[in-house]
Structures are given as C-alpha cells and as structure tokens.
C-alpha cells in the first residue's frame, strides 16, 4: 500500500528500488508511526484480509489505527491484536469544531458563524452537532448553500443524501419524486429501497416489544428486521454503527443508529409510507404509556 499510494507517486520509476530498500531498513531499525486512518473504507482486493498485514520484522512500528465500530466485529480482527483500545463517544465543544472546519474551509467569517449557530438553535440541532459525521454533513452543507431555513424534514434529507454518497457509486435523480423533500437529491433515488428497508427497521426497533431494543439491539434480532445487504449498506454509510458485546463462548454484537433523532426520522418515514401503521403505533402508546410519559 505504502508502494503504490506514496513511492510509486512521489519518485521516479528509476529511483523507486532505492526507496522501497530504504524504506523497508527504516522500518525494521527505527521506531516508527504507521497510521492507518479509515480502516472501515479499506478492502483486500482478493477478499481475504480484514486489514493490512504488517510483517513481523517491523517489530519498532507501533500501529495507530482509526475505524468505525462496526469493522471491528470482523472476526478476523483478535483481540489480542489490539493493544489499547479508544472509542470517541462524541463531541464536548461542537461550535469550536464548526469554527474550525468553517476556517479549513476558507468560509469563515465571525457574520458567518454567527448566521449559521442562529440557524442551528432555531431548527433544534444542537444535539446532533454532538456527533462528528453528522456535524461535517452539517457545515458541508452550509457551505454548500443550504441555510437550514427549511422543513426538519428536508434537513435530514440533506444529511443522509450525504451519508448515502459514502456507499454510492454515481449519482442519479428522480424525474417525479413522491416526495419534494426528494427533489434535489443526488444518491436516494438509486438507493431508495435502501432507505425504505433502514426506515422499517428504525420502526420496528423503537415500537419494539421489549423496551431495551428500541435504541440498541443485537445483531440476532437485527437480521429479523434488516436482510444482510441492507445491513452492510447502512453500515458503510454510518447510519447504523456495530459494536462487539462481551461473550466468552462465541462473539456477538449489537447495533444502533448514528443518531436517536435519525432514527425518530427513519421511523417517521416508515410510518408516512405506511398509514395502515399508525394503528399500531397507537396501541404501542397506550400499552407502554406509562413508560413513554413517564406517569
């Protein structure tokens, strides 16, 4: 990987030998950083490999890896193979993260920011800043022109168009959405049954019979509700994250949404494309009323 992304662009093909020799004497003799960031967007070519294999002579290099959850439920990847372990749970000062990816970005200005944290309370999207992907489709979005003055509805729209493009191969639109929130998107209308399948599973899981599955469940339960290829979709785009559970005997795992307010949306969805739901839902609330009131 090392030969093709970084030698083979920054060297000429007659000085190519010299580096890769040079390269592979430092690595075996000197303490080195290897950073292997996105671990979740790399795949073996041959489908054998969960990640890059580093060869035992390069016993100096520590490895610094960053993934989503969900690559490391492969059981390919041990334990024993993980010397520490950090999980970013999410974000302490999100305005400062705004501020700065507003400044990389060469958009920001103090108008600037103060126009788009007023459009942020007043639309009630506080609490998802707190998520990194979802603060990065944020301010993508709003530097890209979207003020966030439009429905909730068509937010979150914006927000998984971008999460849907992680998993797209092209873009494509619809010449007669059923919806206008649907009207400008570049990566739902080729992707649409996803959305419907992730929509079902978001309602199932909250109007759930057993309570604690209704934001968490395990990945036994989720194949009832979710076929495996919508699964790995909402995976590689991040809407839903997996994680490993403790279990001495054989591994498990359970899965959430990114967000609990984009999985509200998910349900929502479900139930606008299904009115004959609502009866149920109504039932749900008046069984569980105690719970969801908490009289």
Known sequence: ?????IIDLVYAVTERDEA???LSKLVQTERCLVVQDGLDEWWDPEGKLAQPILIS?????????????????DERIKKSQIVSLFELKGIRYPYILCKNVLDSSGGFTLETFDDFQNCIEENGLDDILLSPMLLSLIVCSWLDGLRLTRSICEVYIVLIDGLFKKASDGQ?????????CFQNTRYFHQNMEHFLAISKTAFLMMFSAELEQSLVISDQQLAQYLPQEHKEFALKTGI??????ICRTYQRSTCS??????????????I???SADLGFVSRYMTEHSDVIFGN
Request: proline share 4%.
């Open 1 to 5: 990987m090392i030969e093709e992304r």
């Open 20 to 22: 890769y020799l040079l």
């Open 57 to 73: 002579c390069y016993s100096q290099c520590t490895i610094l890896t960053t993934t989503r959850p969900w690559k490391l439920t």
């Open 172 to 180: 494509s639109y619809f010449t007669q959405p059923t919806s206008r």
């Open 240 to 245: 839903l994250s997996e994680r490993k559970s």
């Open 257 to 270: 949404f990114i967000h609990k307010s984009m999985q509200d949306f998910f349900a929502a969805v479900h």
């Open 272 to 274: 606008a494309y299904n």
